[in-house]
């Protein structure tokens, strides 16, 4: 495995254990070669996430997620990594989105 693969799979995973401490079910979509790095679902919302380690997503890839969006009516987020920090951006605005803080306690629905 390259070095590159291995950077950016550290970081799929990185962001997926983040957003599960946060309540967020998350489903990595390991070696499919889609848009979609991760799938996290709460409460309400279907995040559909691409994991980049510079921030930098192509005009093709934002096409391609954006008809996602279209068919499975769905947040398009792209994580990243800024000065040491997971960071969230909505596609394709690109405006930043405050981190997830919610625990998995608070999610669950009252017994």
């Known amino acids: 495995m390259n070095k590159l693969y291995n950077r950016g799979r550290a970081f799929e995973y ?3 254990k983040e957003l ?3 309540g967020y079910f998350v489903i990595r979509s390991a070696g499919s070669h889609s ?3 991760l799938v996290a679902i709460s409460l309400g919302e279907l ?10 997503i192509s005009k093709e890839e934002e096409n ?7 068919k499975l009516n769905a947040q398009i987020v792209m994580a990243y990594k800024q000065e040491g920090s ?3 951006k909505w596609i394709p605005d690109m405006k930043e989105i405050p981190k997830p803080k919610r625990t998995l306690q608070e999610s669950l629905p009252a017994s």
């Open 14 to 16: 990185e962001v997926k």
């Open 20 to 22: 599960e401490r946060a």
């Open 35 to 37: 848009p979609i790095d």
């Open 47 to 56: 995040w559909l996430i691409q994991c980049k380690t510079n921030a930098i």
């Open 64 to 70: 391609k997620l954006l008809e996602l969006k279209k």
């Open 86 to 88: 997971i960071r969230y």
